[in-house]
Nanobody, 125 residues
C-alpha cells in the first residue's frame, strides 16, 4: 500500500510563493506517474500538474503554466510543487496522486491509484 502525505500549504498574499511536498511511502513508485490536483469550494477537482517518474516528462494546466513547477527528488521519494506568483483563484485544497505508468493532463481522476489527504492553500488579495 502506498501512502502519500502532502505538506506545505498555508495562507499567503497574492504574488507570494509557496512550495508543496508530497512524500510517498513506497520506493516502488519511482516508476509511476504522479500529479497535483486542486479543489476549490463548490468546484470539481481539477488537474494542476503531472510528472512521469521514469523520464521526468512534465505537464501543466494552462492556468498555472509559467507560475508552477512540478519536480521530484528520487532519493527522498518526494514530489514537489513550487508555486510562484500566487493568485486568489489558486485558493484550494491541493492533492497529490500517484498511478502506475505515465501521467498526463488527459488522465482521469479515476486513473490514479493513490491520493493524499490534501493540504489547504489560501491566497488573499
Amino acid at each position: 500500500q502506498v501512502q502519500l502525505v502532502e505538506s506545505g500549504g498555508g495562507l499567503v498574499q497574492a504574488g507570494d510563493s509557496l512550495s508543496l511536498s508530497c512524500a510517498a511511502s513506497e520506493r516502488g513508485f519511482r516508476r509511476s506517474g504522479m500529479g497535483w490536483f486542486r479543489q476549490a469550494p463548490g468546484k470539481e477537482r481539477e488537474f494542476v500538474a503531472a510528472l512521469s517518474w521514469v523520464d521526468g516528462t512534465r505537464h501543466y494546466a494552462a492556468s498555472v503554466k509559467g507560475r508552477f513547477t512540478i519536480s521530484r527528488d528520487y532519493a527522498k521519494n518526494t514530489l514537489y510543487l513550487q508555486m510562484n506568483g500566487l493568485k486568489p483563484e489558486d485558493t484550494a485544497v491541493y492533492f497529490c496522486a500517484a498511478k502506475s505508468g505515465f501521467a498526463s493532463p488527459d488522465t482521469p481522476l479515476s486513473g490514479y491509484d493513490y491520493w493524499g489527504q490534501g493540504t489547504q492553500v489560501t491566497v488573499s488579495s
